[in-house]
């Protein structure tokens, strides 16, 4: 990439940072009451993307090879545990994340 390229790529990405973190506020303002469709977005989105990342977090797995995904099965269910226990998602995300990679790593 040329100098010239990699300036209106960085710029490019700034601008779609700061469009998609200011765009917001200027559509839905404070003192307006937020549509209906946009609230129901923020209640049914996130479940979506954890359904999204579970499946695609296992379509490669296979019961009949190797470890036969118990790997898999142990961090799904510490991270269900650990989200019914604090509700939250990055704890959970993380907590499964790291015991994914300690059992592959270590243990299988």
């Not at 296992?58 to 509700?87: M, Q, Y």
């Given at each position: 990439m040329t100098l010239t390229e990699q300036i209106i790529t960085i710029a490019m990405v700034v601008l779609g940072t700061l469009i998609t973190r200011f765009l917001p506020f200027l559509v839905f303002p404070a003192g307006k009451p937020?549509?209906?469709?946009?609230?129901?977005?923020?209640?049914?989105?996130?479940?979506?993307?954890?359904?999204?990342?579970?499946?695609?977090?296992?379509?490669?797995?296979?019961?009949?090879?190797?470890?036969?995904?118990?790997?898999?099965?142990?961090?799904?269910?510490?991270?269900?545990?650990?989200?019914?226990?604090?509700?939250?998602?990055l704890l959970s995300i993380a907590g499964g994340t790291i015991v994914y990679m300690l059992l592959v790593q270590l243990v299988f």
């Open positions: 937020t549509p209906k469709f946009v609230q129901y977005l923020g209640k049914v989105l996130p479940p979506a993307v954890f359904g999204m990342l579970i499946i695609y977090c296992l379509k490669n797995v296979s019961v009949f090879a190797g470890s036969h995904g118990i790997p898999e099965l142990i961090a799904i269910a510490v991270t269900a545990g650990l989200h019914l226990w604090k509700r939250q998602m």
